[in-house]
Structure formats: structure tokens, C-alpha cells
């Protein structure tokens, strides 16, 4: 494939990511973006390209902030923070950058995930859980092979098995014997 090509198609596949992607100066200073930056922020490409990584952060935090830029350009960093929109709103990231060296040039690439509703997710788990294992009903969870993967207070109270005493037995072991054969 010749070089100009493939050229295009890398920066199609930058443009049309589904992650944030931001190309950054060693200082900080926006360089390049792509569509999901834009369309994630609020603000127009040129509106983009006048700012820094800095002015998406909280301010409050400006020397936890320049710190793990400082460790991205030297070794890559990940780690999960909030980003502004250009209305002020603000939204939970998971970031990766790392420095780059480009024709003798550095870089700091960073690609950026709305977590939202991954958090969304996991807190609307974390509730589920909370009621099932609070709840005064007996409510087991097995496998396929009929191994016990769960048990909440309301099956301690009937049956007066702890969890550590069954999870990962059979669950045959709160069948009576004369009725094993109906499971």
C-alpha cells in the first residue's frame, strides 16, 4: 500500500474513533483532535486547538494535573478522572496517555473514555445487590452445574447454612435425599 494511503486511512480511523483521542504538545497544548473530542466537549475544533489538557480538568486539582502529565510523557499513565464540557458540565473519564517521539519530535497522546454509563452500570449492580442480599426472601444463585455462586441472609435464616458453608457445593445440599431425584 503506498505510504500516502495508508496515511489517509490513519487519520480516518483517529477522526472516526469512538474514544476521545488528543494529540498533545509536551507543554500541554492541544495539537490535534478527533470527532469524539469535539462532539464530546462541546467546543468547535478551532475552539479546541486554542486551549490545553488543563483547561478540561479541574482547576482546583492543578498539581495532581500537571504531576500525571509529567508521568505520562516520561513512562504512560492511566487512571480514571472528570472532564468539562464547554457548558460546565462534567462527565467521569478513564485516561491512557503516553509520550511519543515522532521525526525527533515529542508528543503526549491521550485517549480518552466517557465512563458514565459504565458507572451508571455498576452502581445500578452494586443496588440490585444490596436489595437481594438484604432481602428476608432465601435468594440463591447457582451455576449451570448446579453449584451454589450465591446466598444471601434470607437463605441463612431458612436454611441455616452460612454463605461461606455452601458457596461452591452442590446445591443438593439443601434438597431433602428422598426428593433428590426431582432436581
Same mark, same amino acid.
Request: aromatic content about 10%; overall charge positive; hydrophobic content about 35%.
Given at each position: ?6 496515511? !489517509?486511512?490513519?487519520?480516518?480511523? +483517529? ?6 483521542? $488528543? ?16 462532539? #464530546?466537549?462541546? =467546543?468547535?475544533? !478551532?475552539?479546541? =486547538?486554542?486551549?490545553?489538557?488543563? /483547561?478540561?480538568?479541574? @482547576? ?12 505520562? @510523557?516520561?513512562?504512560?499513565?492511566? +487512571? ?8 460546565? #458540565?462534567? +462527565? ?7 509520550? $511519543? ?5 515529542? +508528543? ?11 458507572? !451508571?452500570?455498576? /452502581? ?11 432481602? /428476608? ?23 441455616? =447454612? ?6 461452591? !457445593? ?14
Amino acid at each position: 500500500m503506498e505510504k500516502f494511503k495508508t496515511l !489517509k486511512i490513519y487519520e480516518n480511523v +483517529f477522526y472516526n474513533a469512538n474514544d476521545i483521542i $488528543i494529540l498533545l504538545s509536551t507543554e500541554g497544548k492541544i495539537m490535534k483532535v478527533n470527532k469524539k473530542a469535539i462532539d #464530546s466537549y462541546g =467546543y468547535t475544533e !478551532k475552539e479546541l =486547538y486554542s486551549m490545553d489538557i488543563f /483547561q478540561l480538568r479541574s @482547576k482546583e486539582k492543578k498539581v495532581l494535573i500537571k504531576s500525571q502529565f509529567e508521568k505520562a @510523557k516520561l513512562d504512560g499513565i492511566e +487512571f480514571q478522572t472528570t472532564h468539562y464540557r464547554k457548558d460546565g #458540565s462534567d +462527565f467521569p473519564v478513564e485516561v491512557k496517555s503516553i509520550g $511519543i517521539e515522532c521525526e525527533k519530535e515529542k +508528543f503526549v497522546i491521550s485517549i480518552i473514555r466517557d465512563i458514565t454509563s459504565r458507572i !451508571k452500570r455498576e /452502581q445500578e449492580a452494586r443496588e440490585v445487590a444490596f436489595i437481594v442480599e438484604n432481602s /428476608q426472601d432465601a435468594i440463591i444463585g447457582k451455576n449451570l452445574n448446579g453449584i451454589i455462586t450465591s446466598w444471601n441472609k434470607g437463605a441463612e435464616r431458612l436454611y441455616g =447454612y452460612t454463605k461461606e458453608a455452601v458457596v461452591g !457445593k452442590s446445591i443438593l445440599v439443601i434438597i431433602p435425599e428422598k426428593r433428590t431425584h426431582e432436581f
